[in-house]
């Protein structure tokens, strides 16, 4: 059975503070793993897409890198609008149901000034 | 561009009462999805549509939800009877041919 799970599940960061974001995943085919941003309140805003071991991308304070079995969202130098629950995602190789992301619980990341 | 559009945003029920959520999604985009996300947890696909046509209801409880997208734009997702358990929040999402899924604000339901 697909899993995915998101650690750590609460953070707290001084402004400027740099960390990780951890995203381990067990699939049976991964067709892409998404990051997603969701602030109190509202729906998931998306971040990234990854889709193959390796890759790379970046976005003002946050990049997002991903291997076979976890992804890391690194936030650097965090601004107190960087507070929200970060949303891991993956995207099974299925066939039947293209598209179906399965998420994790997320991480709150509450970064003080 | 607009983005995906739902109401109500709040809802207040008694169990066993109905309940219904509606959903725009933005336009063009063939593949909509209902999720539920309970508080604390990540969002659990309920249903996916592609067009008119459900892809996806393995994890929809089908003896109280129901849902359809008539036109293959509008979709509407309701619950009958709610229990307890129903109290979450439903987000519509809408897919792009880029395979990014943006999402509406949610509907809140509370189950009393």
């Known amino acids: 059975e697909d899993q995915v799970t998101q650690s750590p599940e609460a953070l707290r960061l001084q402004e400027g503070e740099s960390s990780s974001l951890n995203c381990s995943y067990t699939v049976s085919g991964l067709r892409g793993l998404f990051w997603y941003r969701q602030d109190p309140g509202k729906g998931p805003e998306f971040l990234f897409t990854?889709?193959?071991a390796g890759e790379e991308k970046e976005k003002e304070r946050l990049k997002a890198t991903l291997t076979k079995k976890e992804s890391f969202l690194h936030i650097t130098a965090p601004k107190p609008e960087d507070s929200a629950t970060y949303l891991c995602?993956?995207?099974?190789?299925?066939?039947?149901?293209?598209?179906?992301?399965?998420f994790g619980a997320g991480t709150q990341v509450v970064v003080t000034p | 561009e607009a983005g995906v559009a739902q109401s109500p945003r709040y809802k207040i029920i008694e169990k066993r009462q109905s309940v219904a959520f509606w959903c725009n999604p933005i336009s063009g985009h063939a593949t909509l999805y209902w999720y539920q996300q309970i508080l604390g947890q990540g969002p659990k696909l309920l249903i996916q549509f592609q067009n008119n046509g459900v892809v996806d209801d393995s994890q929809l409880p089908k003896d109280r939800f129901s849902a359809e997208r008539l036109k293959g734009v509008d979709s509407t997702l309701k619950i009958q009877p709610a229990k307890l358990e129903d109290s979450a929040v439903y987000l519509c999402?809408?897919?792009?041919?880029?395979?990014?899924?943006?999402f509406g604000p949610g509907t809140r339901l509370t189950v009393l």
């Open positions: 999402a809408s897919r792009d041919r880029a395979n990014e899924q943006f």
């Open positions: 995602a993956v995207q099974p190789m299925t066939t039947d149901s293209w598209g179906k992301l399965q």
């Open positions: 990854l889709y193959s």
